[in-house]
């Protein structure tokens, strides 16, 4: 299903779409351009996108790293135009405005493949949501998602690494497989649970602060692991509830992604860990870029407090509704929220009961707000 000459744009120059269109170069089949905003600036005189034409690098968020030859590097709005899969790579919390300049320009036939990993706060909808609801010229089935354990460094830099790509149309996951994999570099599976998918991608983000966390105040590699241990299990049961497929857990998208990205020092969520434990605030982080586990931690916080949800989470999710406390204020300090997480054990049999649980949770009134949201999605 290969085809030759597919153009592919970029939208989000930073770590990681550079260096998503720096790989991608390696295809030969495709043609691609990165979107570069012509407001951002890199000094006061000097906009961003004029010093990459200049230099060949990514001089604010890769620099000294040179660029592919064959990658084309354009305002946002020329890249968008004629694509045949058009990649969108911006915080979540930025999607809205991102698309604003070209939502209007999109070929209804374009292939729009989310790299994105988080929740928006304000509505609690996932990336591939946001976009359907901005982009609505285009029909549902054409929105994707790429989700893995890929770093930008590691994808810039060839290492072999393996990704999912979810579409609800198994032909647009198909021709973004066959068309997107690069030979010795980049492995993908597919999947049609977008929703599981994109879940598992924000929440291992929020359980990577607490390891973080865990690891900068020296709890050990025992606890550390069975922190993770448990945290997978809360991602299994909150996709479940939210209406995924609880096996994705065990994709690429799911335990490698969230393993990865808790014991890397690569990984900006794991860094908010170690910056909460180090200085008691996440707020001096100066890392380059976004920890999206802070702004998913608060959207699932506001999730179970405003749903009426706060007795269930306390007993089936209460990794997940401490680290939003933990992360942003509570009676309680850090390391006694930490201490009481640690003490949490999982099990598999618990899981068959929190199935139980929701099952008699989709009779309440609660559970029925809950999925009218996704009714015909």
Known sequence: MTTDNVKLGIIGAGKFGTALAHRFCDN???????????????????????????????????????LSDRLRIAPVEEVAIDKDILII???????????????????????????????????????TEILDEEMDRLDQDRFAVLSGPTFSYELYNGNRLSAVIAARDNNVAAFLKSNLAVQDMLSLQTTSDVRGVEYAGALKNVIAIGAGFL?????????????????????????????????????????????MTSTSRLSRNWNAGKCL???????????????????????LREFFETNDLVEFASEHFKILL??????????????EIIEGILSYYETENKFNLFQKAVDRLKLSQVKRKILKRYEGS
């Open 215 to 259: 690891f900068t105040k020296n709890y050990g590699h025992g606890p550390l692991w069975a922190y993770l241990n448990n945290a997978a299990f809360e991602m299994k049961k909150m996709i479940y509830l939210l209406g995924g497929n609880h096996d994705t857990i065990h994709a690429q998208s799911g335990i490698a992604d969230l393993f």
């Open 322 to 335: 401490d680290l939003g406390y933990m992360i942003h204020g509570n009676d309680r300090t850090p390391e």
């Open 28 to 66: 030969e089949n495709l043609e691609v351009s990165l979107g570069v905003r012509r407001e951002t600036m890199l000094y006061s005189k000097t906009s961003l996108i004029d010093a990459m034409l200049e230099t060949r690098t990514n001089p604010k968020h890769m620099p000294g790293k040179k």
């Open 277 to 299: 434990a180090e200085t008691g605030s996440i707020s001096y982080n100066n890392q380059d870029g976004v920890a999206e586990g802070v702004y998913t931690s608060k959207a």
């Open 89 to 127: 790579s911006v915080p979540v919390g930025y999607i809205r405005d991102a698309v604003k300049s070209f939502k209007d320009i999109v070929s209804p036939e374009t292939i729009v493949l989310s790299t994105m990993k988080g929740i928006e706060f304000e509505s609690f909808k996932r990336p």
